[in-house]
């Protein structure tokens, strides 16, 4: 089945380090984003690309940067990472229908 | 930008019953609310949308429904059950070509036997 995948599933790193998380899809989606979720906060817009020369800033980019290698690939950094980045990352796709597709998730843990 | 409030941020209901979770929304443009679960440890799943151009739409024992004019929505899960219990997100967007969703913060919603 065409899926959204992303890597790794869980990363634990320390403050100042950079760390890249990758998400691949196999559903010909030209649309894909990056989220993060925190309880109580719902699923917050990071970055967001409509194909690969096409790059848009969400509602939280700060402290993130973001790449669109092909169509299928989408990954985003975080050049120098901080404890309140500590969250868990979605990257989703996006049909013609607007129905998003998640990807698993990245449990991400900044010490 | 488009802002949406969700209320409540946990419900709890017994088996059987019926569950409301509101959203309003601030953005008169916007035109497609989608509704997304996500149960435990698992990715977001949409489960209904509606379009601005209907008030209502109902799949099985879930229903949404809009009033545009006072830009809220609501999702309706009846005769609950236990497989119901998860975190449920409103969102709004435009249609056009470079929408995004707005999300909600998210309902917790647990069924109890």
């Known amino acids: 089945d065409a899926d959204v995948t992303q890597t790794p599933r869980n990363r634990i790193t320390k403050t100042g380090k950079r760390i890249m998380l990758e998400c691949s899809q196999t559903?010909?989606?030209?649309?894909m984003y990056w989220y993060r979720q925190d309880p109580g906060l719902g699923l917050r817009l990071i970055y967001y690309s409509f194909d690969v020369k096409d790059i848009n800033k969400g509602e939280i980019s700060d402290g993130y940067s973001v790449s669109r290698q092909a169509q299928a690939k989408f990954s985003l950094s975080l050049e120098s990472a901080i404890p309140n980045q500590t969250a868990l990352y979605f990257c989703?796709?996006?049909?013609?229908?607007?129905?998003?597709?998640f990807g698993p998730g990245t449990r991400l843990t900044v010490l | 930008g488009e802002n949406v409030e969700q209320h409540p941020s946990t419900l709890s209901v017994q088996e059987g019953d019926s569950a409301v979770i509101k959203c309003t929304y601030s953005d008169s443009a916007s035109n497609y609310f989608p509704w997304y679960k996500q149960e435990l440890g698992k990715r977001p799943q949409l489960i209904i949308d509606?379009?601005?151009?209907?008030g209502e739409k109902k799949d099985q024992r879930i229903a949404v429904t809009l009033n545009k004019t006072a830009k809220h929505f609501s999702l309706h899960i009846t005769e609950t059950q236990p497989e119901d219990s998860a975190v449920y997100f409103c969102?709004?967007?435009?249609?056009?070509?470079?929408?995004?969703?707005?999300f909600g913060t998210g309902t917790r919603l647990q069924v109890t036997l």
């Open positions: 989703a796709t996006r049909d013609r229908t607007l129905e998003q597709f």
């Open positions: 969102a709004a967007s435009k249609t056009g070509t470079a929408s995004k969703l707005t």
């Open positions: 559903k010909g989606h030209d649309r």
């Open positions: 509606i379009r601005s151009n209907v």
